[in-house]
């Protein structure tokens, strides 16, 4: 997006506003109509981004087999660029001239690769370009212009940015079928452009002013405050009179209220912190949150037994009542019988989510206690792998307790790192000895130093220690040797090529409808 960029001593924060049509004065009729308006932009919208996230895919489906018939794998490029700087780095160190030249020509040889990867990537979007007539993202822009032309470009434009951004996220999951393709609901919030919004003083009120752009159409809309404990009259204040800045935001409809969802920059709060202070987080078996310093200053927050209490007898309710209706396929009365199933999830959603704030305010305030300017957490995509938590992780959000770790800790200038979760459970904190079977539920004790101590303690102050920072799944060593397992499983150059080929005709094939039935299973159309 073509939004402000925030600088090191600001932080964002979004601020929600229950807001609400004025029309008093008007007629019946421009009330009506006004109102009517309302619904089509937010209908429209969510079809639009139906519409953009369909349409990526679709794109990235083309150009997959398009990749596949020129033999080129874009994946490759990342782990081919990091290996040809290792050589780089192994080169400058290196006292043999046997072994500089050897490196040298493998080198040589990567850089060749990448040029043909990197040559295939401008053959495949050079074709998509002359066929589509624009790039590939501006494509579903322009598809959704057309489509819905009474969008006005004060929503398209942000809104097309949005989608694309969250679905080259996701994409690479969506591609290999770990998820699936987003699908946006009634109650998603609709970006718009900063420009068309404006903030005055409308007496004792505030009024927002919502310019829908060159036709000249706005919308007029009070602000409710409520008991105000977030000072939100102040923050508002403080934009009309210019002391505090916001960019892109978003309009939300949910439970018959309509939200402005309002991002503002405000400045950090100056905290007493070292930069060389680092405490380690990690989800725990018998709390949900272990954050620790050292072997002597930690602290356990939450009770895992409470908090999955709660949640599974939620699950066992929502499993009972879509059994209740599993009759109710479709016609009169659906959603009357899905109320009851909706209002439950719901509530499930906000539990988990108040307390997940409640867990990352604590660990926060911990940080500072200790003057952490650094805080370290295991990469959510590396969790796991070796089961010892994933009862815990089915039933409980660790990646929005991580959000809302990194959002309040950056309020204060702390830096929060994700690390490396490879046998942070299994390695000794004191020796750095690893054994399997060293862990046993919430007992650890070394093969090697007789160290004992609580698992939880023991990772989180691995994790603290750790420097192997990753930002992608692929660099997490776990990722690592299962690509390498399964490179070694074909070593027949003769069935890599058939395999090859195999891929280019299932890649060119159409993939499959899915359809979920009552019980939330997908089964093929």
């Known amino acids: 997006m073509n939004e402000e960029n925030v600088s090191s001593s600001t932080v964002t924060r979004v601020v929600r506003l229950e807001i609400f049509p004025k029309v008093k004065g008007e007629t019946k009729e421009s009330v009506d109509a006004k109102f009517e308006r309302l619904d089509q932009l937010f209908d429209e919208s969510r079809r639009a981004a139906n519409l953009i996230v369909n349409g990526q895919y679709i794109n990235d489906r083309f150009a997959r087999m398009h990749y596949a018939r020129l033999k080129i794998d874009p994946s490759e490029l990342y782990d081919i660029e990091k290996r040809t700087k290792e050589i780089g780095e192994k080169i400058k160190d290196s006292k043999s001239k046997e072994e500089k030249e050897s490196l040298r020509e493998e080198r040589k040889e990567l850089r060749k690769k990448v040029d043909e990867i990197k040559k295939g990537i401008e053959i495949v979007e050079k074709t998509m370009e002359d066929m589509f007539g624009t790039k590939r993202q501006a494509t579903t822009e322009r598809d959704i212009k057309s489509e819905f032309p009474d969008l006005p470009s004060v929503i398209t434009n942000p809104l097309n940015q949005a989608v694309v951004g969250a679905y080259r996220n996701s994409k690479r999951d969506v591609m290999s079928g770990n998820v699936s393709l987003a699908s946006y609901k009634k109650n998603m919030p609709i970006p718009v452009r900063k420009e068309s919004l404006k903030f005055r003083n409308d007496g004792e009120y505030h009024e927002l002013v919502w310019n829908l752009g060159s036709s000249g159409e706005e919308f007029h809309f009070g602000i409710v405050y409520g008991r105000d404990k977030a000072g939100n009259r102040t923050t508002v204040q403080q934009v009309i009179d210019s002391k505090k800045s916001y960019f892109t ?277």
């Open 249 to 525: 935001s978003q309009f939300q409809r949910k439970k018959g209220k309509l939200y402005l969802l309002l991002n503002v920059k405000e400045s950090k709060v100056h905290a007493d912190i070292d930069p060389n202070i680092t405490v380690g987080m990690d989800i725990g078996i018998r709390s949900p949150v272990v954050i620790t310093l050292d072997e002597k200053r930690y602290n356990f927050i939450g009770d895992k037994d409470s908090f999955l209490r709660v949640r599974i007898q939620m699950q066992r309710r929502s499993r009972l009542l879509h059994r209740n209706i599993s009759s109710a396929r479709g016609g009169h009365g659906r959603k009357r019988k899905l109320r009851a199933l909706n209002s439950l999830e719901q509530k499930e959603r906000n539990y988990s989510r108040q307390y997940n704030q409640f867990l990352s305010k604590r660990s926060i305030d911990y940080a500072l206690s200790v003057r952490a300017g650094n805080i370290n957490m295991e990469f959510l995509e590396g969790f796991g792998q070796d089961g010892t938590k994933e009862f815990v992780l089915r039933n409980w959000s660790y990646f929005e307790l991580q959000t809302l770790v990194s959002s309040g800790a950056s309020k204060y200038g702390i830096k929060v790192n994700r690390v490396d979760p490879y046998h942070t459970s299994q390695t000794c904190s004191k020796c750095g000895h690893y054994e399997s079977g060293q862990r046993e539920g919430e007992n650890f004790k070394c093969k090697k130093c007789g160290l004992e101590m609580n698992s939880d303690l023991n990772a989180a102050i691995n994790i603290a220690k750790s420097r192997r920072f990753v930002t992608r799944k692929e660099e997490c060593q776990y990722w690592i040797e299962k690509k390498a397992r399964e490179g070694n499983k074909v070593e027949n150059p003769e069935v890599k090529n058939v395999l090859s080929d195999r891929c280019c005709q299932i890649n060119s094939q159409p993939e499959q409808p899915r359809v979920a039935r009552a019980d939330g299973a997908r089964v093929i159309a």
